[in-house]
């Protein structure tokens, strides 16, 4: 038995400890679970620039709108900040980026047939208030300047400290302008 098992304090000498450790906490194979995240980059269909989200038919009309899907509103003060449906969020990344957050499922296949649904969606919504939706890497058409901050509170405290440290690294506030996409795992 590890030594991390118990509540201690002594380092990892050992890689054994290290697999220890997480073999422990790991579930039966019978239950293990995949989700899956990904970023989109809300655009205008009409200038591909960037959506903000106060602008009329901005982010939060379109957050708003999701509701016809069955998607609840979760806010941050007056704010909408994302959408939650069953084990699913929908939330907004630094530069409005959209990020899905699957829920837990048992196959690849759940979670295409998951995503095929949420673009379903939010094409629909989009095509409704003239936005588009960019799973790309990095913003192609906007420099930095033109993506609109999200209004997060950590969102703002991020911005502020990026600020500061971008005259040292100007790509500091890389989650600002990026968008990925990453499995989970959950065993």
């Known amino acids: 038995m590890s030594v991390l ?3 201690s ?3 990892i000498t050992r890689r054994r400890q290290l697999v220890e450790y997480f073999a422990q906490a790991s579930k039966p194979e019978a239950e293990w679970l995949i989700g899956c995240e990904h970023e989109k980059f809300p655009y205008r269909l009409s200038s591909l620039k960037p959506v903000g989200y106060d602008e009329p038919e901005g982010i939060c009309d379109f957050l708003l709108r999701m ?3 069955g998607w609840k509103p979760v806010t941050e003060g007056d704010h909408i900040i994302g959408l939650a ?3 699913a969020a929908i939330s907004l990344e630094p530069g409005g980026q959209l990020e899905l957050a699957g829920a837990p499922v048992a196959t690849l296949h759940d979670i295409a047939a998951e995503n095929a649904q ?3 969606e939010v ?3 989009g095509e409704v208030f003239g936005i588009g939706f960019l799973g790309i890497g990095f913003h192609p058409s906007a420099a930095r300047n033109e993506i ?3 209004p997060k509170e950590r969102y703002r405290i991020m911005r502020d400290y990026m600020l500061k440290k971008r005259q ?3 790509r500091h506030d890389a989650a600002h302008v990026y968008g990925t996409g990453e499995p989970r795992f959950r065993r």
């Open 67 to 69: 509701e016809d899907y």
């Open 5 to 7: 098992l118990k509540e």
């Open 123 to 125: 094409n629909e919504v």
């Open 168 to 170: 040292a690294r100007p």
């Open 85 to 87: 449906r069953g084990a």
């Open 118 to 120: 949420h673009l379903t």
């Open 148 to 150: 609109p901050w999200m």
């Open 9 to 11: 304090s002594e380092p």
